[in-house]
């Protein structure tokens, strides 16, 4: 089984553009969730989509936004892009049960350099 | 102060030795992960705790919810075990919001 999928694998965007990052969970995942890691430090949660619903929100401003389509896949969309958006972007899925036994799967993210 | 505090930050250790990473938090939590991520940024889930102890082959974690604390174990350490180790934890606040610590980057010198 394929596990959890992310492209591209690197982007390199201007200030301003705008950029839209993909990630395919396991199958049988309903449940993606979206991470920023900067050099040097863990993991900071962005988005959680369970069932195509948004289930819970980082504090991160408005020019980040997600989605889940009916296929349980998700896109992570962050406009206006600034240096400081030059990260890692994990996606990672789980399966539909219970909240507190199921593990989380990670993909190998997408590093995006902002310049 | 994070709410996930993780120790040591750097370990350098000979293969074969014994290692312990910690982590320390300061929320109700529901269940505790131990990552393991690779150079090139794909993290592993070794290990989901919501009490007592797991064991992997050469890999232990356990939990002391009361202290809030958990720790990591690899026994006969490999250089293969280099990398750096992530605790996350998901709080009781009824969402999904997993709160990591910054890691602990092991290297295991043969």
Redesign the interface.
Known sequence: DAGVTQSPTHLIKTRGQHVTLRCSPISGHK?V?W?Q?VL??????IF?Y?EKEE??R?NFPDRFSARQFPNYSSELNVNALLLGDSA?Y?C?SRQAGG???S???????T?LTVT | KNE?EQSPQNLTAQEGEFITINCSYSVGI??L?W?QQHP??????LF?L?SGKKKHGRLIATINIQEKHSSLHITASHPRDSAVY?C?V?PTSG?????????TRLKVLA
Not at chain 1, 40 to 45: L, R, S
Not at chain 2, 95 to 103: L, N, P, Q
Request: charged share 5%.
């Open positions: 449940s969730s991470y890691q040097g430090q863990g993991p900071q949660f959680q369970y289930r819970g980082g890692l994990l990672a909240l507190y036994n593990p989380l799967h990670f993909g190998n993210g590093r | 996930v529901s269940a992960h990552l090139g940024g794909g993290i592993v889930s989901m919501s992530i996350a998901l969402t999904y919001k997993y709160i990591f610590g910054t890691g």
